[in-house]
């Protein structure tokens, strides 16, 4: 599939994964994080590795996403 269009191609997108995931290797996250800067601007792609961290999630990578959500989406009031 080709790049997408409209206001989609500017969304902002996240992308975390441990480096020692038995189940999904890190090396497929890489290859979805580049076929995603195909698609959108690659300039709101960021993938992130977490040393060590297996098929789960941690602090560090929640805190990630948090700071992502906060950066992105409008506060509630």
Same mark, same amino acid.
């Given at each position: 599939?080709?790049? @997408?269009?409209?206001? /989609?191609?500017?969304?902002?997108?996240?992308?975390?994964?441990?480096?020692?995931?038995? *189940?999904?290797?890190? !090396?497929?996250?890489?290859?979805?994080?580049?076929?995603?800067?195909?698609? @959108?601007?690659?300039? /709101?792609?960021?993938?992130?590795?977490?040393?060590?961290?297996?098929?789960?999630?941690? *602090?560090?990578?929640? !805190?990630?996403?948090?700071?992502?959500?906060?950066?992105?989406?409008?506060? @509630?009031?």
């Amino acid at each position: 599939q080709g790049p @997408i269009s409209g206001v /989609n191609k500017d969304i902002p997108v996240l992308q975390c994964h441990g480096d020692c995931d038995p *189940l999904v290797p890190v !090396m497929f996250g890489s290859l979805t994080v580049e076929k995603l800067k195909s698609m @959108i601007n690659p300039a /709101n792609v960021t993938f992130k590795t977490y040393s060590g961290m297996m098929h789960s999630s941690s *602090l560090e990578e929640m !805190m990630d996403v948090k700071q992502f959500i906060d950066k992105h989406l409008p506060p @509630i009031d």
